[in-house]
């Protein structure tokens, strides 16, 4: 198992766009390897390398029991038809917001192999590859909803507790500090 922490709203890795892979080794398939597990191990249905702290243009997904990846993904809609509904983000855990998204879309990238990937998908998968192609971006999903809805989302991620943690917290301790001098 290769499991990462995943970065949380704040962190400067998902404001940055994230740079074209160009060379198709072994380093890049431990990549994938990691998104992969760490994706799992999140229950989650996507995941882009800036969430593990990688600067890189690859994401993994998992919808409707097909998992793959995709590299240096670009996409466009297909017709004119919406969708809204619930998005949520791994990097910014337990929380959910409706979303505006195109309803169909058509993804081109690379596999690991350095192989050419077309990549159609409808509803969630569609949902998948915008919310993580925008995080190759530096984008986040709270910048695509609306105003009202935005500012409700930054009110409850500023309230979060894991808001503004600049590390994972790690106990050291079980012990409760009360009445220890440090
Ligand atoms: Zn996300």
Not at 73 to 78: C, I, L
Not at 107 to 134: F, K, S
């Amino acid at each position: 198992m290769s499991i990462q922490p995943v970065r949380l709203f704040g962190d400067p890795v998902l404001r940055t766009p994230a740079t074209e892979v160009a060379t198709f080794d072994a380093e890049l398939r431990k990549l994938v390897t990691d998104l992969t597990d760490t994706m799992h191990d999140q229950a989650g249905a996507g995941l882009a390398a800036p969430q593990i702290g990688v600067s890189l243009r690859v994401f993994t997904y998992d919808v409707d029991g097909i998992t793959g990846h995709l590299i240096n993904p670009t996409f466009e809609k297909v017709g004119e038809e919406e969708q809204f509904g619930p998005e949520g983000c791994l990097s910014i855990p337990g929380m959910t917001w409706d979303c505006r998204r195109h309803l169909r879309v058509v993804a081109h990238g690379m596999n690991m192999y350095g192989e050419p990937v077309r990549l159609e998908g409808t509803e969630m998968l569609a949902r998948c590859v915008q919310h993580e192609t925008d995080h190759l971006d530096g984008v986040l999903f709270v910048d695509r909803l609306d105003p009202e809805t935005r500012k409700l989302a930054m009110a409850q991620i500023r309230a979060a507790q894991w808001f503004g943690q600049p590390e994972p917290v790690v106990k050291t301790s079980p012990h409760p500090l009360f009445g220890k001098a440090l």
